[in-house]
C-alpha cells in the first residue's frame, strides 16, 4: 500500500483533472469532511461503512458500491473491520452523458463488476488516459448505469438543526423499544406532539414515522451483516415484536428479505477466500 499523508492523497487525486486515480487502502474514514473534482467509486471488502453528506447519511452493505460526484462534500466512517476499501477517482469527461453520475447511489455489485475491482488492484496512483489501464477503467465506467439500475433505497436524512440534533440522537439510541412512539419522544425532549411533528417536516422534509423506520431498517441491516443474530433476535433489537411485521417492512423498504439480505454477508466473506 502506498502510504502518504492525508493533505497529499487528497491533492494527488485532484492535481491531474484529465487522469483517472486509484486507491486502495485499509482506512478511508481518517479524513473529515471534503471534496473531489473526479467522481469517486467506493467499494469495501468486509466490514461495513457510511457515508455522511450535509443531508443524508447512507448505510454501504456488503456486495455494494457507492457512487460519489465530484464536488459532493462527504466523509466516510467505518463501523466495523474493512479488509480493503477500493477507491477509484474518474476524471469528469463523460459525466453530462448519464444523469447516473450527478447523484449520490449505492448499488449491489455484481460478478463482472466485482472482477473488475479485484482486477484494478495491480494499479495505485493515477492512471492516465490513452493507456491501457485508463481504458479499462473508462470501460468500467461506463457499464455503471448499465448494470446499477437499482439503487439501495435507504438514505437517513441529517439537519444541522440543534434542536431536533438531540431528539434524532435519542431515538438512534432507543431503537429497541417497540413502544416509541411521536408521544413518548416528545415526553422525553420537551416537546408537544404537534410541535415535534412540525420540527420533523421542516427540518428533514419527512414525518416521525418515516424517520423511525428508515431508522429501524439501517440498524437492522448493520446487525443482520456485522452480528450472529438471527434474524428474530435483530428484529426485537430493532424494536418490532412481529417477525412477519419486520420482514415485510424489511422487503419494501430494502427490496430483499431479511434472510436473503444476510447472505450476502456470507457471499462476500466467500470471494475473499475467507471461509
Not at 188 to 206: H, I, K, N, P
Not at 224 to 250: C, K, P, R, W
Amino acid at each position: 500500500m502506498i502510504k502518504v499523508s492525508n493533505e497529499d492523497l487528497l491533492f494527488a487525486i485532484d492535481e491531474k483533472p484529465e487522469t483517472m486515480y486509484v486507491w486502495h487502502s485499509r482506512f478511508e474514514d481518517r479524513f473529515q469532511d471534503h471534496t473531489h473534482l473526479k467522481g469517486q467509486l467506493t467499494y469495501v471488502e468486509g466490514g461495513i461503512i457510511f457515508l455522511y453528506t450535509k443531508e443524508k447519511s447512507y448505510f454501504l452493505p456488503a456486495r455494494h458500491y457507492v457512487w460519489i460526484p465530484a464536488g459532493v462534500e462527504h466523509h466516510l466512517q467505518h463501523r466495523y473491520h474493512a479488509a480493503i476499501v477500493r477507491n477509484i477517482y474518474f476524471d469528469t469527461t463523460t459525466d453530462d452523458e448519464n444523469p447516473f453520475y450527478k447523484q449520490i447511489g449505492i448499488y449491489p455489485v455484481n460478478n463482472l463488476l466485482l472482477e473488475m475491482f479485484l482486477f484494478s488492484e495491480r494499479w495505485n496512483g493515477n492512471i492516465i488516459p490513452k493507456t491501457h489501464e485508463y481504458d479499462f477503467l473508462n470501460t468500467l465506467k461506463n457499464i455503471l448505469p448499465v448494470v446499477s439500475e437499482h439503487p439501495l433505497p435507504i438514505a437517513l436524512p441529517t439537519t444541522e438543526n440543534m434542536r431536533l440534533r438531540p431528539v434524532l440522537r435519542h431515538i438512534v439510541d432507543g431503537l429497541s423499544d417497540d413502544g416509541m412512539s411521536l408521544e413518548s419522544v416528545g415526553k422525553a425532549m420537551g416537546f408537544s406532539e404537534r410541535t415535534l411533528s412540525r420540527l420533523f417536516q421542516s427540518a428533514l422534509d419527512t414525518s416521525f414515522f418515516q424517520y423511525l423506520k428508515l431508522a429501524r431498517m439501517i440498524k437492522a441491516m448493520e446487525k443482520l451483516l456485522e452480528s450472529d443474530a438471527t434474524i428474530s433476535e435483530v428484529a426485537y433489537q430493532v424494536g418490532y415484536n412481529s417477525i412477519s411485521s419486520f420482514s415485510n417492512t424489511f422487503y419494501k423498504m430494502v427490496g430483499k428479505r431479511p434472510s436473503e439480505f444476510k447472505e450476502l454477508k456470507q457471499a462476500t466473506l466467500t470471494k475473499m477466500n475467507l471461509v
